[in-house]
């Protein structure tokens, strides 16, 4: 291997052996060979870190650092330290990728050597597979493409729960300063949305960007996700903090059309959250006094009162934003336990 490989792929593991070999063999797999393995194993209990050791040991573009459990974010950080490549692109480690994703990456790289290269990426349920394509023209954006076509609705394609370009950082190749510059100012305690303040960030400080029009990655849409399970009421205060940094890295003075694509943004994760958060606690004393405490938040008010209630898809998200925007409490509780 190089000692500057083209390409550096950071993958955070943490308690992930049912899925990790079949996402180490796609890579594999590749039809591409300049780049390296950065395994970063995030205090594992179970035998990730031993499978992480093991494809280190026989393939010299494989490398494995073990840490203690720090969270996704911090993962990615030890991994991009570790780094050597041109370019830095990550892997999730349940996920897997097409046989020739570094190919042509690669190749869009060396074709237009820009700041980032997309692709689009396929939704794995267990049912079925569902693409997922961007809404912009496959090839080159200089800054003033980027400008005009591109940021005007990169987190707010137009329709409810649909991104001009997906937060995600798995789908994407960035130019290691560009990356470095925007990746280390991400808390490491935002569990969700975190992808967001990295990939948004960088996106708007690039010079240039590539599209590929293949879908190349494969995103598990795991059965045990967070959309199917409680969640606790500390993540409001996560969501908030999260809104909060991507207001202090986006320059909405810069780029007064992200003013609104935030305010969406910020409300379709609210109604992510708020009926995982609150379905548990409608008989709870402190229902009440942490809603309305939710409403008042400014930047949640803010959007709730930018956001119309008709743009929202689906009839009880549309009465749950109506009920926030309002500070309903008795009709928001109602909705929530029918």
Same mark, same amino acid.
């Given at each position: 291997m190089q000692n500057s490989p083209l390409? %550096? =792929?950071?993958? *955070? =593991?943490?308690?992930?052996?049912? #899925?990790?070999?079949?996402?180490?063999?796609s890579i594999l797999a590749q039809d591409f060979t300049d780049y390296e393995v950065i395994l970063v194993d995030d205090g594992s209990t179970d035998h990730s870190g031993v499978l992480?050791? +093991?494809?280190?040991?026989?393939h010299p573009a494989f490398c494995c650092i073990h840490k203690t459990n720090g969270g996704h974010t911090s993962a990615r950080k030890c991994g991009y330290e570790a780094s050597k490549g041109e370019y830095v692109t990550f892997v999730d480690s349940d996920?897997?990728? $097409? *046989?020739? /994703? #570094?190919?042509?990456?690669?190749?869009?790289?060396?074709? %237009?050597?820009?700041?980032?290269?997309?692709c689009n990426h396929i939704a794995a349920m267990q049912d079925r597979e569902e693409i997922?394509? /961007? *809404?912009?023209? *496959?090839g080159f954006?200089?800054?003033?493409?980027?400008?005009?076509?591109? #940021?005007? %609705?990169?987190?707010?394609?137009?329709?409810?729960?649909?991104y001009g370009i997906s937060p995600n950082?798995?789908? &994407? $190749?960035?130019?290691?300063?560009?990356?470095?510059k925007h990746l280390m100012h991400v808390p490491d305690d935002i569990a969700v949305g975190e992808d967001a303040l990295a990939s948004y960030s960088c996106i708007l400080d690039a010079g240039s960007a590539y599209v590929l029009p293949d879908a190349l990655y494969y995103y598990r849409s795991n059965a045990d996700s967070m959309s199917r399970r409680t969640i606790p009421v500390e993540r409001l205060l996560e969501n908030r903090k999260m809104f909060r940094t991507l207001c202090d890295v986006i320059d909405i003075a810069a780029y007064?059309? /992200? &003013? &609104?694509q935030l305010d969406y943004y910020f409300v379709y994760q609210?109604?992510?959250?708020?009926?995982? =958060?609150?379905?548990? /606690?409608?008989?709870? %004393?402190?229902?009440?006094?942490?809603?309305?405490?939710?409403?008042?938040?400014?930047?949640?008010? +803010?959007?709730?009162?930018? =956001?119309?209630?008709?743009?929202?898809?689906?009839?009880?998200?549309?009465?749950y934003a109506f009920c926030v925007k309002h500070r309903l409490f008795t009709l928001f509780r109602f909705l929530l336990q029918h």
């Open positions: 390409l %550096s =792929v950071i993958i *955070p =593991v943490y308690n992930v052996e049912k #899925y990790l070999r079949n996402c180490l063999d992480c050791d +093991e494809y280190a040991a026989d996920d897997w990728i $097409a *046989p020739h /994703m #570094y190919r042509k990456l690669c190749q869009a790289i060396r074709d %237009s050597h820009a700041d980032i290269i997309l997922c394509t /961007m *809404p912009f023209a *496959p954006y200089d800054k003033t493409r980027l400008e005009e076509e591109v #940021y005007p %609705s990169m987190l707010y394609s137009g329709t409810f729960y649909k950082l798995w789908n &994407k $190749a960035f130019r290691r300063d560009l990356l470095k007064p059309c /992200m &003013k &609104k609210c109604l992510l959250t708020y009926e995982l =958060v609150f379905g548990k /606690m409608t008989h709870t %004393s402190s229902f009440r006094k942490i809603f309305l405490e939710e409403c008042d938040v400014s930047l949640i008010r +803010e959007a709730f009162h930018s =956001v119309a209630i008709r743009d929202i898809n689906g009839t009880h998200n549309k009465l």
